[in-house]
């Protein structure tokens, strides 16, 4: 939208506070890791919260890593960011391109794990992200990777020499110091304030979305006043203004994510790093507002964005934006055939509400809004408990759950646990003999019964001491197959 540009009006307008305020409260602190590539930082990852793959998705062209996850430790929780590998451009000079990747970075993070390769030694990327690293001021954890046996351990002695403080040797494909890590940073981090959105205040909703898809004229159309704009100049990005607002006697905040965008292929780089913005307003609001762009609907980055908010476990609506640019022969037509193919696209969350849109015109940004209001309803309900028993069984009762050889899983009872998200525990004799595929079938029989529109279920089997979660991960070790709940 163009800054002289008339600022559509919904048909309902919203009544927005006067009072703008930086978002701090109640917000996970977001670690980054950075290094140069195949130095192990995917492995470290992985290692840190738990999972032995980060591919979530293995259908051609929408590959979707999982790029963030959650790491306990005693004093609280931070969001683990695994950014890609820090690299040189051709036509560029390394330590430009290296430091704007660095400022991109430590834009959005509050802490910063560098990981290096002990084997290779201190390299001059090392070095020349180390310089941004100490000058940034915020907190930096080096970590020495591939220190496989302990006489190795004086290769990471040489990282002295960066001046990050005392290395940390580490191997990650043996989960050997992985401890000693997540110790240091969250040592390093502030005390974590986190507080669930859930059980007070007004809902969040953040709009989400690819570059150039039209999220900031959502935001402004919806609220009827330009909002400030966040410069797209790398390293200048900031953390995301929550403008609170009113509709119909329902109070909300609109989480405005504008600024994250592509600036031309010599800084894709970059580009990568702007995911930490997207990560931490998702993990801030209640409901994400996914924008898509009508005329190249649910592309790799968008089903990417997706799974991000699929992953975090938060309501999702999808906003089919710019559709006033559709063929006005067939502008209905088109919208529903639209609609299956965004669908058909995201197979992962075929529970998600789409909504055609306008920015430019204000076309359906009402319905979006109560959609989205919906959407935060249905994820904070709860069932009665009678009819979650009946419910169950009557599936188990038609399809039984699956059996590994003479070994069969039962289902012995289920409660819900909480709400927001909707998470149900199911009681059982083996949480190792679950498969997937009876998972998405019960998962399929609550929404059948119940609803749920919008909101991605968290579904636990407990039994024999262990814990078993599909889907996602609850705590820090919750989630290991086999692995005995921590006490």
């Not at 801030?284 to 968008?302: M, N, S, Y």
Request: hydrophobic share 40%; charged share 25%.
């Amino acid at each position: 939208m163009a800054a002289d540009a008339p600022v559509p009006r919904s048909s309902s307008a919203l009544r927005v506070s006067s009072e703008r305020t930086e978002a701090t409260a109640g917000e996970t602190l977001i670690v980054a890791i950075v290094g140069r590539p195949n130095v192990g930082k995917s492995s470290l990852f992985n290692a840190m919260v738990g999972r032995r793959e980060a591919i979530v998705s293995d259908v051609s062209g929408t590959t979707r890593d999982r790029v963030t996850g959650e790491v306990s430790h005693q004093g609280g929780r931070f969001l683990l960011v695994d950014t890609g590998g820090l690299v040189p451009e051709p036509e560029t000079e390394m330590e430009a391109h290296v430091a704007a990747q660095v400022d991109a970075a430590l834009a959005g993070a509050d802490a910063v794990l560098f990981v290096a390769d002990a084997a290779q030694g201190a390299t001059l990327s090392d070095r020349a992200v180390a310089e941004r690293l100490r000058r940034s001021g915020k907190p930096v954890i080096l970590a020495a990777n591939k220190v496989d046996n302990p006489r190795q351990e004086a290769l990471a002695h040489e990282f002295h020499e960066l001046a990050l403080g005392d290395p940390i040797p580490v191997s990650a494909y043996h989960r050997v110091g992985v401890a000693d890590v997540v110790e240091a940073v969250a040592a390093a981090l502030p005390p974590d304030t986190d507080t669930p959105q859930a059980q007070g205040g007004a809902p969040r909703f953040a709009i989400v979305g690819r570059p150039n898809v039209g999220k900031s004229s959502i935001a402004n159309a919806m609220l009827g006043a330009e909002r400030s704009i966040v410069s797209a100049v790398p390293g200048t990005t900031r953390d995301a203004i929550d403008t609170p607002f009113e509709r119909g006697g329902r109070q909300g905040v609109l989480i405005d994510t504008a600024g994250i965008r592509r600036r031309g292929a010599v800084e894709q780089g970059i580009e990568r790093y702007s995911v930490l913005r997207a990560v931490r307003a998702i993990d801030r609001c209640d409901v994400a507002i996914v924008a898509l762009d009508a005329a190249e609907p649910a592309t790799a980055q968008d089903l990417h964005v997706a799974g991000q908010v699929m992953q975090s476990f938060k309501g999702a609506v999808v906003a089919l934006n710019k559709t006033d640019l559709l063929s006005e022969e067939a502008a209905e037509d088109n919208a529903r055939g639209l609609r299956r193919a965004v669908l058909a696209r995201l197979h992962f969350m075929p529970y998600v509400p789409v909504v055609a849109t306008s920015a430019a015109t204000g076309a359906g940004l009402d319905r979006l809004l109560d959609v989205a209001f919906e959407v935060h309803e249905e994820r904070a309900k709860w069932v009665e408990p009678r009819a979650l028993t009946r419910v169950v069984m009557d599936a188990a009762a038609r399809h039984l759950p699956p059996k590994h050889g003479r070994r069969a899983l039962k289902l012995y009872r289920v409660k819900q646990e909480s709400s927001s998200p909707p998470t149900f525990v199911f009681y059982c004799n083996n949480p190792s003999l679950m498969h997937f595929s009876y998972e998405r079938y019960l998962e399929n029989s609550l929404r059948a019964a119940f609803g749920f529109t919008g909101t991605h279920l968290r579904l636990e089997f407990r039994g024999k001491g262990r814990v078993h979660v599909i889907g996602g991960h609850r705590t820090r070790q919750d989630a290991l197959p086999g692995k005995r709940r921590p006490q």
